[in-house]
């Protein structure tokens, strides 16, 4: 039977093993926790550095700035294609409101027709008469809208301005993606509205917050937004319909919804 000596023997080296192995994954927790610690400062935007300004337009971005204003001002007169449709189907329902009733006069002009039909008919032609004396205001507005339309987005400038504003709106995504990481590595102090706006870091996913973060660094670019602390300026309204107005109606929209998700 094994002395006591003879079993610590056995025991010891295995023992040796795990509190080396305890020791080397304390200092490694160690590690992680300070640097965990570090780039939560970061996102909180308490960094040690100077002052980040993402709403900077410098050399880096002029030009795109420039393609994202030009297509802006090009898109003032261009509907968004929603609205066209609206617009579209609104004047289709009037001119078919129009062939029935010019159907049912018809109809009555032929004759030949039992009276309790024509009655019928009579008392539906004027309905129809009512609609669409009641629409046709509306109606010949929604026509010039479309016509208005058609005649601006043929506009080659304006063609060209669009095609271009497409191209400098994913790169001012990447523009503001790169702003980020370079804040965010050099330590530098974040803008309140940028604190304001996704606070900081959930866990254990920080996807969103990046995506969030980097969407409204790109909307600010984008639209000239320099506020101080509100992270998006005043809302937008897409009530005139242009494409511009909706376009930035629905990055707005969106960009409310990512950063209300980001709320504890």
């Given amino acids: 039977m094994p002395t006591e000596k003879e079993r610590l023997d056995v025991v010891?080296?295995?023992?040796?093993?795990?509190?080396?192995?305890?020791?080397?994954?304390t200092a490694e927790l160690g590690r992680v926790g300070a640097r965990l610690l570090v780039l939560e400062r970061r996102l909180a935007g308490a960094g040690s550095g100077p002052d980040e300004d993402f709403d900077a337009v410098d050399d880096e971005i002029t030009d795109v700035v420039t393609a994202l204003r030009a297509a802006w001002d090009a898109e003032q007169e261009v509907l968004a294609d929603?609205?066209?449709?609206?617009?579209?189907?609104?004047?289709?329902?009037?001119?078919?409101?129009?062939?029935?009733?010019?159907?049912g006069r018809a109809r009555l002009a032929a004759g030949r027709i039992p009276r309790f039909e024509r009655d019928a008919l009579e008392h539906e032609v004027h309905q129809l008469d009512w609609q669409i004396e009641a629409g046709e205001a509306a109606a010949a507005d929604a026509a010039a809208r479309l016509e208005a339309d058609a005649a601006a987005a043929e506009?080659?400038?304006?063609?060209?301005?669009?095609?271009?504003?497409?191209?400098?709106?994913?790169?001012?995504?990447?523009?503001?993606?790169?702003?980020?990481?370079?804040?965010?590595?050099?330590?530098r102090r974040?803008?309140?509205?940028?604190?304001?706006?996704?606070?900081?870091?959930?866990?254990?996913?920080?996807?969103?917050?990046?995506?969030?973060?980097?969407?409204?660094?790109?909307?600010?670019?984008?639209?000239?937004?320099?506020?101080?602390?509100?992270?998006?300026g005043e809302p937008p309204s897409a009530g005139s319909g242009s494409a511009a107005w909706v376009r930035r109606t629905e990055a707005h929209t969106d960009l409310v919804d990512q950063l209300q998700s980001l709320r504890p």
Avoid at 12 to 25: D, G, M, N, Y
Avoid at 166 to 187: F, P, Q
């Fill in 12 to 25: 010891e080296p295995t023992l040796a093993e795990v509190v080396t192995q305890v020791q080397l994954l």
């Fill in 82 to 103: 929603s609205v066209r449709v609206e617009l579209r189907q609104e004047v289709a329902e009037h001119d078919a409101l129009k062939e029935r009733r010019d159907a």
């Fill in 155 to 187: 506009e080659p400038w304006r063609q060209e301005a669009v095609v271009a504003g497409e191209k400098a709106r994913v790169e001012i995504w990447d523009v503001a993606a790169r702003r980020l990481e370079r804040a965010l590595a050099a330590d």
């Fill in 190 to 232: 974040l803008p309140v509205w940028f604190r304001v706006g996704v606070g900081e870091i959930p866990s254990p996913d920080p996807t969103p917050w990046v995506r969030a973060a980097t969407a409204l660094i790109a909307y600010r670019l984008e639209y000239g937004i320099t506020t101080a602390v509100d992270p998006l």
